[in-house]
């Protein structure tokens, strides 16, 4: 027992290493991608913090929501950031899962890179959406008589670039339209769609989705509004920035990097069988002897030409 626990160690380490050094060497050629990204989301934070200075409580709006789905109350708010602090841990937990599990079908730092895009383009028609319309706060904190509904004039820009994080997240006023929870939430479930191996966890992932949106109007933290415009929002951005995007490598059918400038000079030894660059699981070793290429032990004859070179 103890020599197979010592054999599947070792296996484990020497994944988690491997993997290490190949996400290192993505991260080397793409960290502005992933520098730019978390500024963004500093941006955004800031673009939140500075709506609130504007928010004027008032009475709250009619709301076909706020009608259909009984109110839960204050002790009862936390349910829907659980919710969404479930969603958000496990997909984070699967973008490392490359690193110890051996089906893999991602690389972390590629995947992060198309997930902060993502993010971006949302947040920004975010910020200028809820920056055109301030509209009352339905959540506690929001309404009026609540100290929190308005912030105090700042005493200097230092207090204004500085993001009181979690509680000035979490107790924020005025950046309804929509929601960004239901960004980061159908960000990460479609990310999962697209390159997840586990049919029935998608399926889970988007019902709990539309849970988490129930639960976000039921504890009044948002207008009804502001969850359907995320929903077609996010998924149309998503859907047209990823077209925009290049190809992720599958790794499900091949193990080869992508390419970089250091390896192209390996690229005439793994072509696509089909003759294609579109589909990364068609890559395959080649290996040329007597004027014939093998491929995976079959013999293809190839016509070689002389040009000199």
Known sequence: MSLYISREASKLWKRVYSETATEINLLAENWKYIVAGVVCQYIHGLAAKGVHYFHRPGPILQDAGFFLLPELGQDKAYMSESVFTFIFLSFVMWTFHPFFFKSKKIYTVLVWCRVLAFLFACQILRIITFYSTQLP??????REGSKLARLPRPDSVLEVLLINFPRGVLYGCGDLIFSSHMIFSLVFVRTYQKY????????????????????????????TVDIVVAWYTVNLVVFFVDHKLPDMPDRSGAFFLPLSKDSRAKEENHKPLNGNAGDPADWRPRTQAN????????????ETVMNGV
């Open 137 to 142: 706060g339905p959540n506690y904190h929001c």
């Open 291 to 302: 004027g014939k290429i093998l491929e995976d032990g079959n013999t293809i004859h190839a």
């Open 196 to 223: 997840g191996m586990h049919r029935f966890i998608k399926q889970c992932a988007w019902l709990i989705v539309v849970i988490q949106s129930l639960l976000i109007i039921a504890s009044r933290k948002h207008y």
